[in-house]
């Protein structure tokens, strides 16, 4: 091989283009000194060095959180649709815009202090949310443990809060939809909002497209701030530190 040619021709990887020397960077003797008296250990140390030198940082895996609800006017402000107003509380606070409509969803992207986020409504009617969720996890290939639904409960009382780190759809459609489209998986967080029990023998059915009262709505917007703080929590923190913070919360309503 000729060291000492007049040019050198460098492929850059990626790259269109080449790098054309008119002198060559290393003399035949500097070579064979360099390379001739280099023991194993130091080759060893210099291809570590070269592989961290030239390494990038691995890109953090974002969080997604699902409001469940229906959409239109009809539907907007009723109990069915409180997953809908965490989703807007959090992108309001944190400045991320919803105004974009991917995978059958309201869809913004943005961070919660440095966690990338993404937030999500779908819009497909509640009965059929995890055609979007599905859809949303597949593409961005997010674990499921960093997946929260936030959604209403009946069978808590109204706007009292409760994170889990996993469990069933306890009837609600739109969890169901959702854990048939994760192929049975449960293992997902999920942030409860309670609605309450219809009064009388009123129709469930009817009972979650009801508006709120005034002092409902009061009551209501207080519990949205709670969900926010916990999501921040959970994000920046850990689920533990979350759970305790949405549990002690609770507490200090009862004791008040």
Same mark, same amino acid.
């Not at 390379?35 to 210099?46: E, G, V, Y």
């Not at 967080?189 to 709505?217: H, N, S, Y």
């Not at 959970?234 to 507490?251: M, P, Q």
């Given at each position: 091989?000729?060291?000492?040619?007049?040019?050198?021709?460098?492929?850059?990887?990626?790259?269109?283009?080449?790098?054309?020397?008119?002198?060559?960077?290393?003399?035949?003797?500097?070579?064979?000194?360099?390379?001739?008296?280099?023991?194993?250990?130091?080759?060893?140390?210099?291809?570590?060095?070269?592989?961290?030198?030239?390494?990038?940082?691995?890109?953090?895996?974002?969080?997604?959180?699902?409001?469940? /609800? @229906?959409? +239109?006017?009809?539907?907007?402000?009723?109990?069915?649709?409180?997953?809908?107003?965490?989703? !807007?509380?959090? =992108?309001?606070?944190?400045?991320?815009?919803?105004?974009?409509?991917?995978?059958?969803?309201?869809?913004?992207?943005?961070?919660?202090?440095?966690?990338?986020?993404?937030?999500?409504?779908?819009?497909?009617?509640?009965?059929?949310?995890?055609?979007?969720?599905?859809?949303?996890?597949?593409?961005?290939?997010?674990?499921?443990?960093?997946?929260?639904?936030?959604?209403?409960?009946?069978?808590?009382?109204?706007?009292?809060?409760?994170?889990?780190?996993?469990?069933?759809?306890?009837?609600?459609?739109?969890?169901?939809?959702?854990?048939?489209?994760?192929? /049975? @998986?449960? +293992?997902?967080?999920?942030?409860?909002?309670?609605?309450?029990?219809?009064?009388?023998?009123? !129709?469930?059915? =009817?009972?979650?497209?009801?508006?709120?009262?005034?002092?409902?709505?009061?009551?209501?917007?207080?519990?949205?701030?709670?969900?926010?703080?916990?999501?921040?929590?959970?994000?920046?923190?850990?689920?533990?530190?979350?759970?305790?913070?949405?549990?002690?919360?609770?507490?200090?309503?009862?004791?008040?």
């Amino acid at each position: 091989m000729n060291l000492c040619a007049s040019s050198f021709k460098f492929n850059l990887p990626g790259c269109r283009h080449c790098l054309r020397l008119s002198k060559p960077l290393i003399s035949a003797s500097l070579t064979v000194s360099l390379f001739s008296h280099q023991n194993p250990s130091s080759s060893t140390a210099m291809a570590a060095s070269i592989t961290t030198d030239t390494s990038k940082p691995k890109q953090m895996d974002p969080w997604l959180i699902v409001g469940l /609800g @229906n959409p +239109g006017k009809k539907y907007s402000a009723t109990r069915h649709n409180v997953g809908f107003e965490m989703v !807007d509380t959090i =992108a309001e606070a944190e400045g991320i815009p919803m105004s974009s409509v991917s995978f059958k969803a309201s869809f913004g992207k943005g961070f919660i202090g440095d966690v990338p986020v993404i937030l999500a409504k779908p819009q497909t009617f509640m009965n059929a949310s995890g055609e979007s969720v599905g859809a949303i996890v597949s593409y961005f290939k997010i674990p499921l443990k960093q997946v929260v639904v936030i959604f209403d409960d009946m069978d808590l009382p109204f706007a009292k809060l409760r994170l889990l780190p996993k469990g069933g759809h306890g009837g609600h459609n739109g969890m169901k939809s959702i854990i048939n489209h994760f192929k /049975g @998986n449960t +293992g997902f967080p999920r942030l409860r909002i309670g609605i309450g029990r219809p009064p009388g023998k009123m !129709d469930p059915a =009817a009972f979650v497209l009801r508006p709120f009262t005034k002092q409902e709505r009061e009551e209501l917007d207080f519990t949205l701030q709670d969900g926010l703080e916990a999501m921040r929590i959970l994000l920046l923190e850990g689920f533990d530190k979350s759970a305790t913070f949405v549990n002690s919360a609770k507490k200090i309503e009862q004791m008040g």
